[in-house]
């Protein structure tokens, strides 16, 4: 059925066209409100007293691809309330056009969302193309000034650190887990802001945290009844860096278990030779740092007598830095096979080799090829053990927690020589593996025994940790709730952040994170 079109139906409900006309590349409408009576704002006294009249030019959107400008023929009334103090006001528009405004409700919106969506710059070149007049300074205000914190009452949060300029400034961002939606970000992560902040929301009962010690200080001082849940992802993940640092700790004993303790200097290329010397350097000081703490040296005077820095001191004493030499990995690695039977089978030539491995797909130098043939000749007038290569310690902390039939020959026999030599690593293997599966099958009755035996293991270090936040621990094993959502806008904030060239300040940040919501 087809309905007549009025020409009121092309501008807002509540307003009566009359007349429009072109002015330039501009479609301007004049329009007058449909009422006779005004309200007013003071005392809400009805008034059909009209004083006088002015006109308004707002924007409206678009028509046939031009620009729409409003001409509003407003009204002034008279206030008859005896007791008003407002003698005279103007008519209202609303939800149809704001005081002041220069935009309708309708357009507002539009500007808004585009705010949200693409931030100043962009969205100003965009919303041209849509034939909306705006400023990137205009979207941004609009983002600013439509920004509301959500309230909804809070009763489980999580709550994690963020980056502004990583490892110089940091803030914090908090979310309703149970909405998903952003609460509010603060300018910092220090454990007072965030503590002030919790104080302020006693109706939270559940708070997801990281492991880190801030926000459980803040949390059990604002709110000692809350449960505090630790984040399961970084429990697993530190779980599998203290098994990686324990093969780190053992890279002697692996060395000697897998045969690769002789080093000989002759077969090194020129760049794995200062690698060696390095080695060698750090070996060194490593003694010296041990010598001066087996004489009962304190920490502050090795650091005096070193040059080297706390840190460093400290790991050495603890037995936490371990060099291992190893060779260089090398472009040549997958074509070491091929290369070993065109050396059997007769070819000695560098040049001839890397020309044949240039029409096999090899995208390196000819000095590199050079340095394996100069190398390969000089093993072959030596020990062939002395090429013995020793896998890294991330490598060998692979190898060793994924499964046996995915490993090639090679490397089963590396896994087993390791397991037969370092008994303690594969202790601390079965810990780990333990843990990882009390999280995911939800299980924390054997928490107690696992901490006992997991201090005297390589392990001690993440097991301590566990201790100091155990109740968090156990919350993080049993709860359904974590940190992961925390973690997912952070990714969000960044992509926003990354939009802005990183120049946008907290309060847009956070006014468009909830304000896309």
């Known amino acids: ?39 007013c704002p003071l005392c809400g006294t009805v008034s059909r007293r009209v004083h006088s009249r002015y006109r308004r030019r707002v924007t409206d959107l678009p028509l046939s691809g031009r620009i729409v400008q409003l001409l509003v023929i407003a009204r002034r009334f008279r206030c008859d309330a005896v007791l008003c103090g407002r003698q005279i006001f103007t008519e209202r528009f609303e939800g149809v056009l704001a005081p002041s405004a220069r935009r309708t409700a309708r357009l507002d919106s539009i500007v808004h969302h585009l705010g949200l ?16 007049p705006v400023s990137k300074d205009t979207l941004l205000r609009v983002v600013r000034r439509r920004s509301r914190p959500p309230a909804d009452p809070l009763r489980v949060i999580g709550i994690d650190d963020w980056a502004w300029r990583r490892n110089h400034r940091y803030a914090s961002i908090i979310c309703n887990l149970e909405r998903r939606r952003v609460v509010t970000l603060l300018p910092d992560r220090e454990p007072a802001t965030a503590q002030a902040w919790l104080a302020a929301h006693p109706t939270i009962a559940i708070v997801a945290r990281d492991r880190g010690g801030g926000y459980g200080e803040a949390a059990a001082r604002a709110l000692p009844n809350a449960v505090q849940v630790a984040d399961r992802w970084h429990l697993m993940e530190n779980a599998s860096r203290a098994f990686l640092d324990a ?3 053992s890279m002697r004993q692996i060395r000697s278990a897998i045969g690769a303790t002789t080093i000989d200097p002759k077969l090194l290329t020129a760049a794995e030779r200062l690698q060696y010397e390095g080695y060698l350097r750090r070996e060194e000081a490593n003694a010296t740092i041990l010598g001066l703490s087996k004489r009962g040296t304190p920490i502050k005077q090795i650091v005096r007598q070193t040059g080297h820095s706390r840190k460093l001191v400290r790991q050495v004493i603890r037995g936490e830095r371990h060099d291992v030499f190893r060779t260089r990995e090398s472009s040549l690695d997958q074509h070491l096979p091929w290369l070993d039977d065109q050396w059997a089978a007769g070819c000695r030539n560098g040049a001839e080799l890397w020309r044949r491995l240039r029409a096999r797909g090899f995208r390196g130098s000819l000095r590199v090829v050079g340095e394996w043939t100069t190398r390969r000749r000089r093993a072959e007038k030596t020990d062939v053990e002395t090429l013995h290569r020793i896998p890294s310690a991330r490598t060998i902390a692979r190898l060793m927690t994924v499964g046996r039939d995915t490993l090639s020959k090679a490397e089963t026999v590396t896994v087993a020589a390791v397991e037969a030599g370092v008994p303690p690593l594969v202790e601390a293997r079965e810990i780990i593996a333990e843990f990882h599966l009390m999280i995911r099958r939800k299980t924390e009755a054997g928490l107690v025994p696992w901490i006992e035996r997991a201090r005297a293991s390589l392990v001690a270090s993440f097991a301590r940790g566990v201790t100091n936040d155990e109740a968090a621990v156990r919350a993080a094993i049993t709860s359904p709730w974590s940190n992961g959502q925390t973690e997912g806008q952070i990714t969000r904030l960044k992509l926003v952040r990354r939009q802005m060239y990183g120049r946008g300040k907290i309060d847009l940040l956070q006014a468009r994170l909830i304000g896309a919501e």
């Open 117 to 132: 969506a693409l931030g100043g710059r962009p969205a100003a070149g965009f919303a041209k193309r849509l034939m909306l």
């Open 247 to 249: 093969v780190r700790k």
């Open 1 to 39: 059925m087809q309905q007549a079109l009025h020409r009121s139906s092309l501008v807002p409900r509540g307003f009566v066209v009359e007349s429009a006309y072109y002015e330039g590349d501009k479609t301007v409408i004049e329009i007058r409100a449909s009422g006779s009576v005004g309200l």
